[in-house]
Structure formats: structure tokens, C-alpha cells
């Protein structure tokens, strides 16, 4: 079970979620992948049995309404409707795979070794990655690209902290906690990005971004103290 989650969750799911990067640009797909953590709830709800308490509802809401405020852009650049459409599609795909994968590993992960079954998971994604590329015949363009100069100090560091550090710490949340909070916990990532991304590269944060990210840090609050 933990290989089909990390093939679902992390092959496709991944694959698709690039793919709608690719197809409609950050912000708009910033914002499709908001529909994580409702897809989490609701498979939490008709799967293990898990419910929301009303304050809880009203934190997910301040939540998302920050993602929503701290990703919407009026002047995205000009995509075209097909591009739209098929961009929507992978990350509406992308985001209910990801759902059903850490739906589907819930339970082993509160039963088993919580380092084997993250190993197995990641396992499973790189085999059906590697599969991919060997079916489509990508293999030695891929290696290609991996044998010209790239900056590997920063892509080892980001590799390790996003892939090792921050998929065991996302995955122990829902460890600990019912998946249907740990998912709307998460959802504040894309808040702190642009944090991030103000204070280590120079970016605007203007007062709607600021709303948002009062909004989500706000409705993370209500989620964990109240």
C-alpha cells in the first residue's frame, strides 16, 4: 500500500503538478493546489471516519482565503484557453492523487515504523518515475541534462531539505494528527513562501499579501490553540 501511495502521490501527482505549472504559470496553479486539502478532508470524512468541529471549519476557511489573497494575481500573463483547461485538468488530477496517497498511507503510518514506511513510499515513486522515463524512452536525454554543468551545491541542499526533511515532517503531521487538520496545517506553505521569498529574495509583500498571510497564520492559530 505504502508503494501505490508513493506512486500516486509522488510519480504522478508530482509529474501532473509540473505539468500544470508548465501549462498555466505559478500563480494560477498556486491556487489549484489549494483543492489539496479539501480533497484530504473529504476522503478523511468518507474514509477514516474523521470530522471537522466548527472551529475548526472557520479556521480552514481563514486559511484558505489567505492562500487565496497571498496567490492571486490580476496581471498573469495571458495563457490560452487550451492551455488553461489542460493546465486545470493536471492540477485538479494532480491534487486528488496526492490526497488519495497520504489518505491511503494514513493508517500504516500510525501502525509501522514511520522511517520504513516513509523509505517505501519514496521507493515507490522513484520506481514509477524511473519506469516513466524508460517507457517514453526519456532516459538518455534525462541523463544528458544531469551530465552538463548544473549548480549541484543548491540543487543537493534543496533536494535533501524538500524530498527528505520536509516529506518526513509533512508526513509525520499526519502521523500524529487526523489527516483532515494536518492537511489544512499544510495548506500554510504557500504563504510562507512568499514570506520567504521577501526576505531572502527581494520581492514585493504588499498589503494584500500581508492580509493573507495574517489570515493564514491566524487561521493556523485557531487550528492548534483553540
Request: no cysteine; charged share 15%; hydrophobic share 55%.
Amino acid at each position: 500500500m505504502a508503494l501505490v501511495s508513493g506512486y500516486l502521490g509522488i510519480a504522478v501527482a508530482d509529474t501532473w503538478y509540473l505539468r500544470a505549472l508548465h501549462l498555466m504559470g505559478a500563480s494560477r496553479t498556486g491556487i489549484v493546489a489549494s483543492l489539496l486539502s479539501p480533497f484530504v478532508i473529504l476522503l478523511s470524512v468518507l474514509f477514516l471516519d474523521e470530522t471537522l468541529r466548527g472551529w475548526q471549519l472557520f479556521g480552514f476557511a481563514m486559511v484558505m482565503s489567505g492562500i487565496l489573497l497571498v496567490t492571486w494575481r490580476s496581471n498573469r500573463r495571458s495563457v490560452d484557453f487550451e492551455q488553461a483547461r489542460k493546465g486545470v485538468m493536471y492540477g485538479v488530477g494532480a491534487m486528488f492523487l496526492m490526497a488519495v496517497g497520504i489518505v491511503m498511507v494514513k493508517e500504516i503510518l500510525e501502525t509501522r515504523s514511520f522511517f520504513w514506511t516513509t523509505e517505501i513510499r519514496l521507493a515507490g515513486g522513484l520506481a514509477g518515475m524511473t519506469a516513466y522515463l524508460v517507457l517514453r524512452g526519456r532516459t538518455v536525454g534525462v541523463w544528458r541534462k544531469f551530465s552538463g554543468p548544473l549548480p549541484w551545491k543548491t540543487i543537493t541542499l534543496a533536494s535533501f531539505l524538500a524530498a527528505y526533511v520536509s516529506m518526513m515532517m509533512w508526513l509525520a503531521g499526519y502521523k500524529l494528527i487526523p489527516a483532515s487538520e494536518a492537511s489544512i496545517l499544510n495548506e500554510s506553505a504557500n504563504a510562507w513562501i512568499v514570506l520567504l521569498a521577501w526576505l531572502l529574495l527581494g520581492e514585493s509583500l504588499d498589503r494584500r499579501k500581508l492580509l493573507g498571510l495574517a489570515l493564514t497564520t491566524t487561521g493556523v492559530a485557531v487550528m492548534l490553540l483553540i
